[in-house]
Structures are given as C-alpha cells and as structure tokens.
C-alpha cells in the first residue's frame, strides 16, 4: 500500500487505509460534492513507521492502564506521544510526504495553505463518534511544515481522551492507526456546523450553526454561533436565531498564524448566512444524508461566495428508542416563539409577566417566569419558577447562568417574549431547543428525557487548576459533579439577593442570628460538596441599585453609576456591623471543620483596605494563620500596587476580569454606543494580569482567574502560558476550559521538549 494517496482516488469504503475522515473526503469528492481538494497519508504508512522504528510495542505496553485513573492515563498517554515524536520516521515514508505536498502546491502555481487534519481508523464510525479526540492543524505552509503536523497528528492518537474513548468503546488500540488528511486550506469568510436531520431526534429538520471567520469558532464552542431550521419537507426556513457573535477566529496576514479577534461591531449582530446560502448548504446536507444513508455531521465554509465541504460523519446522538423524543412528544404543540435553548429540560406552566421587583411575589411554584432579562434581584423567584422565557440575552447571560446551575429549562433572546406571550397563558418551554410552545403537551416527561442525555464527565490532568463558580447552594451538588479542583467564586450576595430583605432590614430587626445561619447555611453547603478542595466565598459585592428593591432597601442611596459606587469592601468598611456578621459566618464555619473555606476580598483598590479588613478579622476571632485571606483584583489600583498587597502577607488573588477591563478601558460594556471597545483581551488588560501574577509566583502567592473572559479559549491558553495557578469557570463551561488548558499545556511541553 502507497505511502500516500490523493483523496480522489479513496472512497467510503477505504476507512482501513484513510480513517473515517479521509475515506469521507474521498468518497464526497467522488460523488461531486464541493470538497477542497488534497492527499492522505495512508494508515498503513503510520504502521510501517511504528513497525520499523521499533516503538510499537512500547507504545501498546505503556496505554495498558486503568483508564478510570487520572494519573495513570495521563502519564500514558504522555509516553506513547513521547515516543512517537521522538522517533525516526523511514525516509521513503518522510520523502512520499514532502513529494505529495510539493505536487499538490505545483497543482496550484504556487506553495499551498493546507489543513492537516488526523484520521484514525475508528473515527466516524455509525455507532461511535471520535470527533475532536485527534488534533488538526490550521493554516500550514511549506513542506517542513506539513510533516512536522503529520507527525503531530499521529501523536494525538494518543492522547489521554483518545485512549479514554476507545476503552470505553470497546476498541482495542493495537487495531487502530491513524492516516492524516493535507487539504487546500479554505480561508473562509463564514462557517459552520449542520446536521443533516436532527441529532436528539432524527426529524427531518436541517440544523445549521453558523459564525464569521474560520469553523473552529463553532466547534470549539467559543463563540454562540446563528442558528438556523430548515424543514426538509417543504424546503422552508422554519427557525433563524441571530446570535450576537463576539469573536471570530481568522488567518493573522502578517504572521499566516491562526488567531482570535473580535468581531468588528457592524457584524456582530448581523445574520451570518442568507436564505439563498441557507437552502444551498440545507439541500447539500440532505443529499449527503441520502448518499450515506444515514443522518450527517457536517463541516461547511464560504470563501468568495463558494460554498465548501469540510467534512461529514454519522450522527451518533440520536435515541434509538421507540418514543420519537422530545420533538414526537411535541408534534401536537405549536411553537409560537424561537430564541437561544440556554438551560436544557422541558417544563409546562402558567405564564407570570414580570416587569420589575414589584411582580416577583405572584411567581408561584412551577409558573414560567416571563421577563425582558433576569436581574439578580429576581433569583427568589426564579427558585420557584418551573422555567425562564426572556426578551433579551445568550447563553452567559444571568438567567442562563442560574437556569443551568439550578436545573431547569430556559430559553433567552427570543427578542419579543413578553409581548407574544400573555398572563396565564399555558405554554411548555423546551430549554433544549430554545422553543416555545402554546399550550400542555402531551408527553412532556418523555420530552425532558430525550432533550435530558446522562453523560459521563471526563477530567485530563492539567498542572493548572480548574475551579468552578458558584452563585447559589442549590447549585453546589451539580458544580461538584464537574470534578472541579474547588470554587474560585461563591458569590454571597447571590444568596443574600435570595432572601428577598436587605442585610439592613436583619441588623435593624435585631435579627443578626437569623442572618447569620442563612448566610452559615449556604455557604457550609458548597463547602461540604467540595471539602477539602478550597472554596473562596467573596464576601458583599452588591451595587446599591439591586438592594433598593428589596424589604429593608428603602434608604439605599441613589447612585449616578453603581458599578463605581458604595459596594465591595467600600460599602463593608463603612457597614462594619455588617461585615463582622460575614466574619463571623467565617468563624463558625471554620469551627465546624471546613477549614477549606477562604475570604475574598472585592473591588480592594489600596493595601489599607486590605488591612482595615484583617484588623477587622482579627477583632472577630478570626485565626488568620488558619484562614486564607485574598483578594479580587479588579481594579488598576490593585494590579499597578501587588507588591503592597504580598509584603502584606495576602494568601491569594483573583481576577475579575469584567470589572478589571472596564475600569483599564473606561468603557461601559452595557453601553451599546462603546460596548464594541470592551475586550479582556487588550494588551493593557493582559499586561496587568501578567504583572500581577509574575509578582505573585515569584512571591508564592496563589492566583486564579474568575471572570468570564477565563472561559474563552483564547484567554485560557494566554493565562496558561504566563503561569496562572488556576482559572476559575461557570458550571457550563468547566469541561470545556480543562480541555483548552490541557492542550495548551500541552503543547508548551513539546515545545520546550523539541527546544532542548
């Protein structure tokens, strides 16, 4: 078998010489499906180079561990890259490659941008998806590139989820290779995602997802792409959902390196596809599917108004069983509003129009909270609500936040909610789909299984720490479930908001005890969950505006911007009586044993506040040997002055990002008139992260990151290559940043290993 093939000359039969991606490519191409054009090294190649090298048997030795350890895989998988990288490739396997590549660039007039993309043997398979388990490589030029990817491709194979999956899968890894695809890289305006029929249900609905800029934005997950439904049965648009799109990842013209920018303002908003592009990528994923035989997972760009076709595999997500899922269940029903599926689940009730504080009492247990967007104010009524309906929103936003953490459905952005739906209305919310349907269905049970999987959490070993956020206790079980390394935020005022009278209304009542075990309460909750992990609870960070609605808020002042106002250590060093009941929550907890429980400190601007606070501590009873006491570096003060806050004796740090970027920037990201200047990624906002943590590891010190910026891919990867202890997430979003923070590290290691 020839080192190397042009994808042409493969086809869907060929899985054993090319993979599954390959065998696809070659097997589209055939059938003129709008593929770019390319050549594969063959599986067979890899095996001859593991033969011949000799390192195949201690690569089959190495991955015989339990997979179920974290440690043990981990250092498995490290080995068997280790050795695939370091050895000598036969040089006709090598010479084939660069021959190829050279050929295909003749092909073109010139030297070829390509993608070099991993194809393993079990990939692609009907009954088992390997999608994202083997790396590719974007935007590579030159043949000394191509077969240093080509090499790192055929690493990947063993990588540490690759091997997870393949156990779990029953496949066994001395019968699986890997063949690597070199196409023509398409350098695409838009791109996307599409299925060709529904992946819970299988229901003839075209799905697609779509982004600006290159299609690793939309399966990376790192930025909420359009989202568009096309009934194949009458070939109509049935859905469109215009995602506000933040970042775009696209090829650097100066330094040819794929990068992530910001989406310029005019296209943030703006409907990616048109109805024409639509219908034409609708019509090629269906004829796929009927080529196949079987619904498609497909791979699409645009460059110069052509549309391509990356890729396309089974659908392995839809039930196989006889109750049709959650869209039979729903056929009776009438979809009377479409937005962004936040929070997955499908919830039946009573619709409750809420316009302000004032309606928040007639939400009633089970009813469907209907509001413009979610303050968090409202949170006592959201506990009670069976589901959430919003004007306005994604899937960051504070209604899908707490909907994810408290377990029930939610769909936001529907842009005109409480004006289609009326008060008592019947509606179900299906939270998965991100539709509203008039009246109660039938099954909705049945509907809540399927849009409900069970699914398994996978945790690779990362040197830097992935902690989890919290807003609220009732989340604690389902943020522990994340196997986070602790929680890098447990907000308290989330749990103050909760009680629905002001901390004001407890300390003037007499009431200080009844508080006090409220606030003991909630916070011994995510400690348990997590103990011995360390939990770091910031104590009050409310701005005035959201106390003023509540029992006891009369007197708050009115502020002209709260967000620079009385709040944060500010307002608990002028409420003393208040923050030594917070110290005291601290004392007690401490002196039931949960010693993990640490004190974070925010909006500190100046070491003086940092050790009015300590003083404070002190006089409370509080061991400050004992307890770890940190802050949020949330402002330049804080940042430009660390070394005042380490000779200090502080214990930690962490980043809030959001207020960190609008108090560098001056700029208001609520603002829709300079919401486009905001971007945590300004080098003046990563100059003061980097300050401060290089200060910090010199010193010991530990730091984290809680804002969320620490979710984005992008941001993850800087943070870990400056060194940060840990990065700190929302529930959602914990998987996602331990994988960006595992490849990230691990490509530093083979950076510094191909150095030396």
Partial sequence: MAAVVWLEEVGKEDVAVVGGKGASLGEMINVGAPVPGGFAVTAQAYREFITRSGIAEDIFEALKVDVHDPEALSGAAERAKRLVLEAKVPKEIEKAIRDRYLEMSKREGKEVLVAVRSSATAEDLPDASFAGQQETFLNILGEDQVFEAVRKCWASLYGARAIFYRVEQGFEHEKVNISVTVQKMINSEKSGVMFSSHPSTGEPHVIIEAAWGLGEAVVSGSVSPDNYVVDRADKKIVSRFVAKKEIMIVRDKKTGKTVTKKVPADKREKVVLSDEEILQLAAQGEALEEHYGIPQDIEWAFEGGKMYILQSRPITTISKGDGGGAEKAMGSGKVILTGLGASPGVATGEVKIVSGSGDLGKIKEGDILVTVMTEPDMVPAMKRAGAIVTDEGGMTCHAAIVSRELGFPAVVGTKEGTKILTEGMIITVDGGKGKVYEGRLKTPKAA?????????????????????????????????????????????????????????????????????????????????????????????????????????????????????????????????????????????????????????????????????????????????????????????????????????????????????????????????????????????????????VERCNRAGVTTSICGQAGSYPEMAKRLVEIGITSISANIDAVATVRETVARAEQIIMLRAAREE
């Fill in 448 to 692: 809540e299984a399927a849009a409900s999987p069970v699914s398994f959490v996978y945790k690779p070993i990362t040197a830097t720490e992935i902690k989890v956020n919290v807003s609220m206790a009732e989340a604690a079980e389902q943020a522990a479930a994340t196997l986070a390394d602790g929680v890098g935020l447990l907000r308290i005022e989330h749990m103050i908001l909760g009680l629905g009278k002001t901390p004001r209304y407890y300390i003037n009542a007499g009431k200080e005890d009844e508080y006090l075990d409220e606030l003991v309460g909630g916070v011994r909750t995510v400690a348990e969950a997590f103990y011995p992990k360390p939990v770091w609870v910031r104590t009050l960070d409310a701005p005035t505006d959201e106390f003023r609605g509540m029992e006891g808020g009369e007197n708050e002042p009115h502020e002209h911007n709260p967000m620079l106002g009385w709040r944060g250590i500010r307002r608990d060093l002028t409420e003393t009586d208040h923050f030594r009941l917070e110290m005291r929550a601290f004392k007690k907890l401490h002196e039931m044993g949960l010693s993990n429980v640490g004190i974070m400190l925010p909006l500190v601007q100046h070491v003086s506040e940092f050790q009015r606070a300590k003083a404070l501590m002190v006089e409370e009873g509080l061991d400050l040997e004992k307890i770890d006491v940190g802050i949020m570096v949330e402002t330049p003060g804080a940042a430009l002055t660390i070394d005042d806050f380490i000779e200090d004796g502080i214990d930690f740090v962490s980043f809030g990002t959001n207020d960190l970027t609008q108090y560098t920037l001056a700029v208001d990201r609520n603002n829709q008139n300079v919401a486009y200047l905001y971007t945590e990624l300004h080098p003046a906002v990563l100059t003061l992260i980097e300050y401060v």
